[in-house]
């Protein structure tokens, strides 16, 4: 155990207005009401797409397996609420593109039935392995954003010889709470999944990290965590970006990750406080990912609060629901504000990675106009990653995009903070979003290119192959020709 309460130094961030108060004293609501539709995407984690394993016109109970994992980094999709499959099509998905991805369309019955739920009352009596298979089937992902397959992890874990489980509960993003209220209803339960993953990676101890802005959370975790040595709360310091991995890890264990290396190359592991929990209904209650705490908040939002809300349903319902005043919300946005994504619709679904949306009326967006650069090198100290996010700036506005690969733009996490203390309003994190596209669409298009080149080379090889054969064919029945013919003519002679 590491216990030595000693806390090591945060690098960069910034302190933005917290925005909190309008929901962390309200009670998660569960009382949102079952939406008729739902439109479940099966792709809501990193790796591969779901396979469907049901087809239209299926009946199917709450928690039934709608698509199965594909390959070794992917998760299942199960469905949310009890009803029939309408159909399997393409559908926006909750992104700023809103680019279609495949989607199970249900149409709920209003019973919300469960399929037949078995119990494991001690899932410490089931190996490690077991725990890590039963995890995958239920198909949690990280719901702090990053959406990994939880599984996947706790097996790296496993690999790795983890020693120590980080825990986030730091939620540093400004408006959301739904990890807040989370930790202060249940409290129990999140420990629970603590130790499930604890005994999943076959790893000593855990750390759990609040910011020190949540003191209601930190008590009940605190006090739901005192049976167990193996597992600290303690409490980080209110710090944007607190939830980043590397300075949650460096601040609460002194250990810095490589910069080309990751948290499993220090003996780390992080997972966010709401994984935990739905790993603890999943094992415990055997319970598939089909919903999560959502924070609804924003100025435009006439009743903000914390619902569970089902996976599928559309945003536009929690707009209806918490009375979002569509003509003051000036932006959509899912996730926080410093990290999340604008949409540009509502009619788009709630996915695992949806901690909250934000209604955010012109007031809460508007900056000041873009000025020249004054070379106050705020940007340098505010980036928690140690870059020079004014130099990248400027050599991708010059369209230098490699050059600004080679200071460093691919280890930006697209915090935010550099542009959230630029004094010339310059939206230098838009720059680096637009670059990351820019060479994601670069490296995709030369790929197309080389796949493109090699089926046109396998082809030509095939069809050079094919004439071979026809020429060898050919070149044999014509020998076979000239032997018939000069034996018939030796025939004649005798
Ligand atoms: S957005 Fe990127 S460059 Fe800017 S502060 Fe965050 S990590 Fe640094
Ligand atoms: S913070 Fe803004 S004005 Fe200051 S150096 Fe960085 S880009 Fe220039």
Redesign the pocket.
């Known amino acids: 155990m590491i216990s030595l309460m000693q806390s090591f130094r945060i690098r960069g961030g910034v302190h933005p207005d917290p925005k909190k108060t309008a929901t962390t004293d309200l009670s998660i609501a569960s009382d949102f009401p079952l939406p008729k539709k739902l439109y479940i995407p099966l792709q809501q984690h990193v790796g591969k797409p779901a396979e469907p394993v049901v087809r239209v016109g299926d009946y199917v109970y709450k928690g039934q397996l709608l698509a199965h994992s594909q390959g070794m980094i992917s998760a299942p999709v199960h469905a949310p609420s009890s009803g029939v499959v309408t159909d399997i099509a393409d559908y926006p998905a909750p992104h700023p593109s809103a680019l279609p991805i495949r989607t199970v369309f249900m149409e709920t019955d209003g019973k919300d039935a469960w399929q037949l739920l078995q119990t494991h009352t001690d899932p410490f009596a089931l190996s490690a392995e077991e725990i890590s298979l039963r995890v995958g089937a239920a198909g949690v992902v990280g719901m702090g954003g990053a959406t990994f397959p939880a599984a996947v992890k706790l097996n790296l874990g496993r690999k790795n010889k983890i020693s120590t489980l980080l825990i986030n509960g730091g939620e540093c993003e400004p408006y959301l709470t739904c990890d807040d209220r989370l930790m202060q209803e249940s409290a129990d339960g999140i420990i629970d999944g603590i130790r499930i993953m604890l005994h999943g990676m076959e790893t000593p101890q855990a750390i759990v990290g609040i910011e020190d802005n949540k003191p209601a959370a930190f008590r009940a975790m605190k006090n739901a965590a005192a049976d167990y040595r193996q597992i600290e709360v303690r409490q980080v310091p209110t710090h944007y970006p607190m939830g980043w991995d590397r300075q949650l890890i460096r601040y609460l264990t002194g250990k810095e990750v490589p910069a080309d290396g990751r948290a499993t190359d220090v003996g780390v592991l992080m997972h966010n406080v709401a994984t935990a929990y739905a790993i603890h209904k999943a094992i415990r209650h055997n319970r598939p990912l089909v919903d999560r705490v959502v924070t609804i908040a924003g100025g435009a939002a006439g009743s903000p609060g914390n619902i569970w809300v089902p996976i599928g349903t559309l945003i536009s319902e929690l707009l209806d629901y918490c009375r979002v005043n569509r003509t003051r919300m000036a932006r959509l946005v899912m996730g926080g504000p410093m990290m999340g994504d604008a949409l540009p619709i509502a009619e788009l679904p709630v996915v695992k990675a949806t901690s909250g949306i934000l209604a955010l009326t012109q007031d809460e967006i508007t900056r000041g106009s873009e000025?020249?650069?004054?070379?106050?090198?705020?940007?340098?100290s505010?980036c928690p990653a140690g870059l020079l996010?004014?130099d990248m700036?400027n050599r991708i506005r010059s369209n230098q995009l490699e050059s600004a690969v080679d200071i460093g733009l691919k280890d930006c996490i697209s915090c935010g903070s550099?542009s959230y203390?630029?004094?010339?309003n310059?939206p230098?994190v838009h720059y680096f979003k637009y670059a990351a596209g820019e060479l994601a669409a670069r490296q995709q298009a030369q790929h197309k290119t080389e796949q493109t080149k090699k089926l046109i080379d396998e082809r030509n090889k095939r069809i050079e192959r094919i004439e071979k054969q026809k020429a060898e064919e050919a070149a044999r029945e014509l020998a076979a020709k000239v032997a018939k013919y000069t034996a018939d003519q030796a025939e004649q002679v005798i």
């Open positions: 000025q020249a650069c004054i070379r106050c090198a705020r940007c340098i505010a996010p004014v700036a550099c203390v630029c004094p010339s310059i230098l």
